[in-house]
């Protein structure tokens, strides 16, 4: 299967500041998704980004598919963005996760 | 447009008993995929379905769980004898499967406690 590797595996952040996830993988892939699972444990869609960049508010996200690597990148930070983001690559007949980054927005 | 549709939410079960989690699909996806992440970890692919086929069931224990998805209906995850290492939560996925458009829907996930 294909190996995601996600960094850092946790982030501790002040309130206002930016921060940048990575996410690497071993294959090509067919698409890439970023989520959020808030302390509630729902899974939030960030970012549908097999390829470019995208920018959603303070959030956005590139990959680069033929180095294959994404990155997402918060701005501003808030503590609603809280919680762990995963980073999921589809290869095949399934989506592989990454084992999360967990962020702590203190205010 | 609602969106995945799980339920129960939460789920309690003595060992030995069944549980039966139900998932349906956002509107117009047929492929539904089942998950599932124990306390602290990610998220293990089960099984991929799409109407009336297992696809793949590879992340699948081999005894005591089953997956459907059928024609009519929602996809069902079956575990019989449930076991206290059971207990996790169990997301189910949803997306369109059609070439260049493959993004995929999580549910809220049903959360199951075998006690």
């Known amino acids: 299967g294909i190996q995601v590797e996600q960094s850092p595996p946790d982030l501790i952040l002040q309130e206002g500041a930016n921060s940048t996830l990575r996410c690497n993988f071993s294959d090509s892939v067919n698409n890439l998704q970023w989520f959020h699972q808030n302390p509630w444990g729902q899974l939030i869609n960030l970012f549908y980004i097999p390829s470019g960049t995208k920018q959603n508010g303070r959030l956005s996200a590139t990959t680069v598919a033929t180095e294959r690597y994404s990155l997402l990148y918060i701005s501003s930070s808030q503590t609603t963005d809280s919680g762990v983001y995963f980073c999921a690559v589809e290869g095949g007949n399934q989506f592989y996760f990454g084992t999360g980054t967990s962020l702590t927005v203190i205010p | 447009n609602a969106g995945v549709m799980q339920n129960p939410r939460h789920l309690v079960r003595r060992r030995g008993q069944e549980a039966r989690l139900r998932c349906s699909p956002m509107?117009?996806?047929?492929?539904v995929y089942w998950y599932r992440q124990l306390p602290e970890e990610g998220l293990k692919f089960m099984v991929y379905?799409?109407?009336?086929?297992?696809?793949?069931e590879s992340g699948m224990p081999k005894e005591r769980f089953s997956a459907e998805f059928p024609k009519e209906g929602p996809s069902i995850l079956r575990i019989q004898q449930v076991v206290r290492g059971d207990s996790a939560a169990y997301f189910c996925?949803?997306?369109?499967?059609?070439?260049?458009?493959?993004?995929?829907?999580f549910g809220q996930g049903t959360r199951l406690t075998v006690v």
């Open positions: 379905l799409q109407k009336e086929n297992i696809i793949d």
């Open positions: 509107k117009g996806h047929s492929h």
């Open positions: 996925a949803s997306s369109p499967g059609v070439s260049g458009n493959t993004e995929a829907f």
